[in-house]
């Protein structure tokens, strides 16, 4: 099979994805109600979709095309309000967070289709730990060129990604001592990790010729890396994002990424090479553990530095480009938690040090989805 064309898209628009848990008002673990939220999501005509995910307590929605951080946030505000009104209906909440904090992955049920299926039946168990919830967003590229060009600038701000949406410390009940958590699981698939060097698209068909020419790719679905192309929307798409507790939260993180991709555009400010890629893992790692409090390695100069003046150094560098896009705001509010080192993560953990119970801190993260005061 041979990749599609790299389809045109408007640059720098965005486009979210929001994976969001399911709970059930009793114990606040996560409910098997998927189908009857899409059953009843239907009746209302909404921007973006909402279609089901792995297992059958998960639910995906989707923005359409967006201008800017605020549109993403006017397509997410009806979404999100017909998710809490159909889940009111069924007695179950509709929460944020990159992974449930207490919910055993053997109970999980693979949602009924045909690819979730197949994917279970390929990887086993890691299907049901796949109960992890995460944003995406897709950026819109120039041409397919300029789009693996995007990409590999992106990757080094992996870590600014990971540790501003960090939202995931628990996993079955304990305290992981990570930040994100949920990006372990993501690790265990063999297809994981970062995307091959390519820079021209050229470059990019041969590689996806040779892995299909091997039978274990057969799509780019196929491909789970930190950021893909997505020729046929004409973007990449980031996916390292643990699934934020508020829709504000996801808005002003896909602002931040299209003040970087305008940044990139405009400015040409580096450069990406092979040996960007020598620290890539420790940085990653360093901002799922540790979070704000990660240590980030300068990949072209070898520096050391605390992750969060890396990322408010950045956002002073982009401030232009943000006001241009609209994204100011967004910036602002990101830029407000990184100086107080704060993310979702550490709110969940403040909840639990305050609430002991961890189903109180799920209904309490339920409440803040819907938009209560925190």
Known sequence: MSLEAFN??????LGVELELQLVNTNDYDLAPYAEDMLRLMKKTPLPGSVVPEMTNSMIEISTGICHSASEVLGQLTPIRDALVKSADKLNIAVVGGGTHPFQQWHERRIY?????RELSELYGYLSKQFTIFGQHVHIGCPDADAALLMLHRMSRYIPHFIALSASSPY?????????????????????????PMALTWTDFEAYF???????????MKDFYWDIRPKPEFGTIE???????????????????????????????????EEDDYLVYTYNRF?????????????PATGDHMPLREHILKTMDKIASHAAMQGASSAMHMLRTEVEASQNDARWLRQRQSEEQLLAEVSRQAAQRFRGAPA
């Open 171 to 195: 996993v079955q009940g304990q305290d992981t001592a990570f930040d994100s958590a949920r990006l372990n699981s993501v690790f265990a698939f063999p297809l994981s990790g970062r995307a």
């Open 286 to 298: 360093q901002a799922c553990r540790f979070g704000m409090d990660a240590v980030y390695v300068d």
């Open 8 to 13: 045109h898209s408007e640059p720098l628009t």
């Open 209 to 219: 010729d040779k892995m299909t020419r091997t039978g274990v790719v057969k799509s």
């Open 238 to 272: 980031i996916r390292v994002f643990d699934t934020p507790l508020t829709i504000e939260r996801a808005a002003a993180l896909a602002g931040y990424v299209q003040s970087l991709g305008a940044w990139f555009l405009a400015d040409q400010p580096f450069m990406p």
């Open 112 to 116: 009924d289709k045909p690819r979730f």
